[in-house]
């Protein structure tokens, strides 16, 4: 699917876009892709507030040439100076990300002021390279899984990378006891034309059995402040997301009723040799 289709019911094809359908809703009324006002207008209908971690409206502007040397106006410190969000129109993977905000904006304020304080610092340094923390809030943002759990031995089969024991043989129990939710909008945008290989960075959140009996919004609202909760001070490198094949989830992946497509193991990887 190229940027210049729009195509009205995406959130409909497939069943791992379930976080942020609410949020785009009124997208599926559209015959053309949304302009900037239609996707500022999503603000005005969304439950949970949206300002930045430094305290200002969020809203989504149009993408300005910045030169290097204009800290304020950089991406990130814009958004947190300004609330300005620059989005690119007719663009899947920025509409993408408007509509993670609008689900998770606490966890998107949160990733927002921990690339900004390390901008920050760079700057005063005189560093020219980002560091590991801004490397692993990166890819969280674009290819993060949230992964929610009331149950330890499930858990562990994820840690382990025992990928056909977690999603095939304990499928009832991960049904009642693990939840995944996508959060990078880089990996909603795969989701468009999803492929083999395809694999989230997940955080794993605890949670106690009636979790599963909220319903989806209220699970949302908890998981956003879950998750800022665990990016500051927790994310502090790439090391601390785990891989998830996420097409392996029951449900995302019109193949994984069939218990032979867990045995291909260069998508369901096992758990690398530790190393001295």
């Known amino acids: 699917m190229n940027e210049q289709y729009w195509k009205s019911d995406f959130l409909q094809t497939s069943l791992l876009f379930e976080p942020i359908r609410n949020a785009g809703l009124h997208l599926e009324k559209l015959e053309n892709w949304p302009d900037l006002d239609d996707i500022n207008g999503l603000l005005a209908d969304n439950l949970q507030p949206m300002k930045t971690a430094s305290g200002h409206p ?42 993670v905000w609008l689900t998770f904006p606490r966890a998107k304020a949160m990733l927002n002021q ?3 304080q390390a901008l920050l610092r760079e ?56 939840k ?18 395809m694999t989230g960075k997940g955080i794993v959140l605890s949670v106690e059995n009636d979790f599963f ?24 490198a790439c090391t601390d997301l785990t ?4 097409l392996g989830y ?4 019109l193949d994984n009723d069939d218990s032979r497509f867990y045995d291909n193991r260069s998508y369901f990887r096992a758990r690398p040799k530790a190393t001295i």
């Open 114 to 116: 921990l690339h900004y």
């Open 123 to 178: 700057q005063q340094a005189g560093e020219i390279r980002r560091g590991p923390l801004r490397d692993a809030a990166t890819l969280f943002d674009e290819s993060g899984v949230v992964v929610v759990s009331s149950h330890k031995r499930l858990n562990q089969f994820l840690k382990n990378f025992e990928w056909k024991t977690l999603f095939w043989e304990q499928r009832a129990l991960l049904g009642t006891h693990m």
């Open 213 to 236: 009996s909220q319903s989806q919004q209220q699970q949302l609202i908890n998981i956003d402040e879950m998750l800022a909760g665990f990016i500051s001070p927790s994310l502090t």
């Open 58 to 99: 969020v809203r989504f502007v149009s993408q300005d040439n910045i030169l290097i040397g204009e800290f304020a106006k950089r991406y990130e410190p814009r958004i947190y100076l300004a609330g300005e969000i620059q989005t690119r129109e007719q663009n899947w993977h920025d509409l993408f990300n408007a509509l």
């Open 243 to 246: 891989p998830v094949p996420i």
């Open 180 to 197: 995944f939710f996508v959060f990078g909008h880089g990996l909603y945008e795969k989701g468009l034309n999803p492929y083999i290989g």
């Open 250 to 253: 029951p449900g995302w992946s």
